[in-house]
């Protein structure tokens, strides 16, 4: 089927998946958000056979990357994931409501280069929104799983190691490739 409704998928695919709030509103107000939202995303991830390679969130959007293992496609992956979120969210601030602003976005991560700069650029963009001065201060991305293997006390670390390893960095430490590359996070890469 051949609609442009639906998004294109294919096991073995790795994506940057995101969203902002609707209005450009804040998706997460306090810790606890977050936490449900990283608390949920890993039992997603398990639940349709995705590897998190990388997240960022941020008050008003995520940017997610993962790599589609199973036969589910990103669409029933994220729809899951968003629809129990809002409905927590929803229920929490006593809102009614879509929560996301229209459908997720998603590319194709079509080569190693393109994943590093992404890899790069959604752990920079705390910085960029001037909420930090360095990503490894923001809490709510998985910098320091990549350069620590450090998790938040309620989570044991969701990222897919091998995958960091795969998108790994010739020698160099995730910190000093980061450091080396600050000028991708001028631009936009996707």
């Known amino acids: 089927m051949n609609?442009?409704?639906?998004?294109?998928?294919?096991?073995?695919?790795c994506?940057?998946?995101?969203n902002r709030g609707n209005n450009k509103r804040k998706i997460?107000?306090?810790?606890?958000?977050?936490?449900?939202?990283?608390?949920?995303?890993?039992?997603?991830?398990?639940?349709?056979?995705?590897?998190?390679?990388?997240?960022?969130?941020?008050?008003n959007?995520?940017?997610?990357?993962?790599?589609?293992?199973?036969?589910?496609?990103?669409?029933?992956?994220?729809?899951?994931?968003?629809?129990?979120?809002?409905m927590m969210f929803n229920k929490k601030y006593d809102l009614v409501g879509h929560l996301f602003q229209d459908r997720?976005?998603?590319?194709i991560i079509s080569d190693d280069r393109y994943?590093?700069?992404?890899?790069?650029y959604i752990h920079y963009n705390p910085v960029k929104d001037k909420i930090c001065n360095l990503p490894k201060e923001y809490r709510w991305s998985s910098y320091l799983e990549y350069i620590k293997g450090k998790f938040l006390e309620n989570n044991s670390g969701i990222c897919k190691h091998e995958l960091i390893e795969k998108y790994g960095f010739k020698g160099q430490s995730f910190e000093e490739f980061i450091k080396s590359a600050?000028?991708?996070?001028?631009?936009?890469?996707?």
Do not use: W
């Open 3 to 13: 609609n442009s409704k639906y998004k294109k998928s294919a096991q073995g695919t």
């Open 15 to 18: 994506y940057h998946l995101y």
């Open 28 to 59: 997460f107000v306090d810790d606890n958000d977050y936490k449900f939202y990283l608390n949920r995303l890993e039992r997603v991830c398990k639940k349709y056979n995705f590897a998190l390679i990388s997240y960022c969130l941020m008050p």
């Open 61 to 86: 959007h995520i940017h997610l990357i993962v790599k589609q293992e199973g036969g589910f496609s990103p669409s029933k992956f994220i729809s899951s994931l968003h629809t129990s979120y809002s």
């Open 104 to 107: 997720f976005k998603q590319k």
């Open 115 to 120: 994943m590093k700069n992404l890899i790069i």
């Open 182 to 190: 600050q000028h991708i996070t001028s631009r936009r890469c996707f």
